[in-house]
């Protein structure tokens, strides 16, 4: 998943985080999970505080943005591995892309009920 024009970004880029956000909170939830739960996965991978994923989901922040200014991209996030959306995470070469998808797997995780120790890589 390269881009060979960096002009042209993937359409997720410009998407707001807010809008995706109730995706992740509904699929946990539906899987009997939390938004608390949810919230710490964010908070573990982008290093965000609680205060400042609030501002960001008002705020409408777009997704790219959501990545790139992340305050503490967690080390741990290369223990990551697995296929979403029928890609390697760990093969993605576009850190915005490997960002997003990195969550993806974490949620996916976290609704398929594995442990949050397990999912913040902590064991």
Wanted: hydrophobic fraction near 35%; charge should be positive; include cysteine.
């Amino acid at each position: 998943m390269r881009e060979t024009d960096s002009s042209k970004k993937h359409r997720i880029y410009t998407m707001s985080f807010a809008g995706v956000y109730p995706h992740y909170i509904t699929k946990a939830e539906k899987k009997r999970r939390t938004k608390a739960e949810v919230d710490e996965i964010i908070r573990w991978l982008m290093g965000y505080s609680q205060k400042e994923l609030e501002v960001l989901l008002k705020d409408q922040t777009d997704i790219e943005t959501f990545v790139t200014k992340a305050p503490q991209l967690n080390p741990s996030r290369a223990l990551i591995k697995g296929i979403i959306c029928g890609v390697r995470v760990e093969d993605i070469e576009d850190p915005v892309m490997q960002g997003v998808r990195y969550l993806d797997k974490l949620i996916d995780e976290l609704a398929k009920g594995r442990p949050m120790q397990k999912i913040l890589r902590k064991e």
